[in-house]
Nanobody, 124 residues
Framework: QVQLVESGGGMVQAGGSLRLSCAAS????????MGWFRQAPGKEREFVAA????????FYAPSVKGRFTISRDNAKNTLYLQMNSLTPEDTALYYC?????????????????WGQGTQVTVSS
């Protein structure tokens, strides 16, 4: 079993930046792809970014591409999401997820463990 704990969320003005972290414990972090998803009030959870087990492959949602960067440090068992040029539309609860395999995926069903989420609020 793996435990995931997100941190780094907060309130920021439009145009600002935040870096989210996801600390993993339990199963070997480096054996799995990881991803970030988000859920805004009244909306379904949506894909944000994904990274393969060694970081060689990354995927981004069109709405965040060029502004967000996903990365991982397997030595520290930590996943990151650097978010720049934030807009109010980025306001959501952000979750990190553990992939079922080594392959990065944009599909929520390809993830089998989730953290509790960290809130990001962007004011205009």
């Amino acid at each position: 079993q793996v435990q995931l704990v997100e941190s780094g969320g907060g309130m920021v003005q439009a145009g600002g930046s935040l870096r989210l972290s996801c600390a993993a414990s339990g199963r070997t972090f480096s054996n799995y792809a990881m991803g970030w998803f988000r859920q805004a009030p009244g909306k379904e959870r949506e894909f944000v970014a994904a990274i393969s087990w060694r970081g060689g492959t990354t995927f981004y949602a069109p709405s965040v591409k060029g502004r967000f960067t996903i990365s991982r440090d397997n030595a520290k068992n930590t996943l990151y999401l650097q978010m720049n040029s934030l807009t109010p539309e980025d306001t959501a609860l952000y979750y990190c997820g553990k992939g079922r395999t080594i392959l990065a995926s944009t599909v929520e069903n390809e993830y089998d463990a989730w953290g509790q989420g960290t809130q990001v609020t962007v004011s205009s």
